[in-house]
T-cell receptor, first 114, second 119 residues
Framework: NAGVTQTPKFQVLKTGQSMTLQCAQD?????MSWYRQDPGMGLRLIHY???????DQGEVPNGYNVSRSTTEDFPLRLLSAAPSQTSVYFC?????????????FGEGSRLTVL | AQKVTQAQTEISVVEKEDVTLDCVYE???????LFWYKQPPSGELVFLIR??????QNEISGRYSWNFQKSTSSFNFTITASQVVDSAVYFC????????????????FGKGTHLIIQP
């Protein structure tokens, strides 16, 4: 069982570079989301999707884009990386809305922006 | 707006002691959901429990127990006879019900409590 798979696990970028964090789940979950974790801040929601073709902003969406062309994939794009985006990023999915049950998390992607 | 407060930033106890992690939440909804997640040193997030606002029964799972009190807006987590393997960061989280506009927005997490169990 793969569950939620994130790639890459580690990435170093220079300010202004762009990149995409990939997230894929094989559980046929409708709901997918991206969180960032910063020291002493807990996890904060960036973007989420309740199904293919539907995305919406969370608490801290600035600087990030998402799309959901398939049920399985939910990539997170940084168009012009900034040092403030240095963080650990978690992708998460659940069968339906997260309050209905368990939110399954990927292993995280550690991003450093120099 | 919903909010979760975990006032204890770090707790250190000796193995076999009991320890309680506090969680206080704020929400305007009458229907909501509360969660606890564990993040061990390896970094992954492990689901521990989900509780809805209509179920105030305490829950016990092995050495873990949860005390939900709506009157004080608290959802505290107790580990009995702690073990070194319990060392982790523990997060409390809240999600409001879908039909009241929340839920689909995801979970609001507290800042976490770093629990250190010393041998």
């Amino acid at each position: 069982n793969a569950g939620v798979t994130q790639t890459p696990k580690f990435q170093v970028l220079k300010t202004g570079q762009s990149m995409t964090l990939q997230c894929a789940q094989d559980m046929n979950h409708e709901y997918m989301s991206w969180y960032r974790q910063d020291p002493g801040m807990g996890l904060r929601l960036i973007h989420y999707s309740v199904g293919a073709g539907i995305t919406d902003q969370g608490e801290v969406p600035n600087g990030y884009n998402v799309s959901r062309s398939t049920t399985e994939d939910f990539p997170l794009r940084l168009l012009s990386a900034a040092p403030s985006q240095t963080s650990v990023y978690f992708c998460a999915s659940s069968y339906r809305q997260p309050n209905t049950g368990e939110l399954f998390f990927g292993e995280g992607s550690r991003l450093t922006v120099l | 707006a919903q909010k979760v407060t975990q006032a204890q930033t770090e707790i250190s106890v000796v193995e076999k002691e009991d320890v309680t992690l506090d969680c206080v939440y704020e929400t305007r909804d009458t229907t909501y959901y509360l969660f606890w997640y564990k993040q061990p040193p390896s970094g992954e997030l492990v689901f521990l429990i989900r509780r809805n606002s209509f179920d105030e029964q305490n829950e016990i799972s092995g050495r873990y127990s949860w005390n939900f009190q709506k009157s004080t807006s608290s959802f505290n987590f107790t580990i009995t006879a702690s073990q070194v393997v319990d060392s982790a960061v523990y997060f409390c989280a809240l999600s409001e019900a879908v039909y009241s506009g929340g839920g689909a927005d995801g979970l609001t997490f507290g800042k976490g409590t770093h629990l250190i169990i010393q041998p």
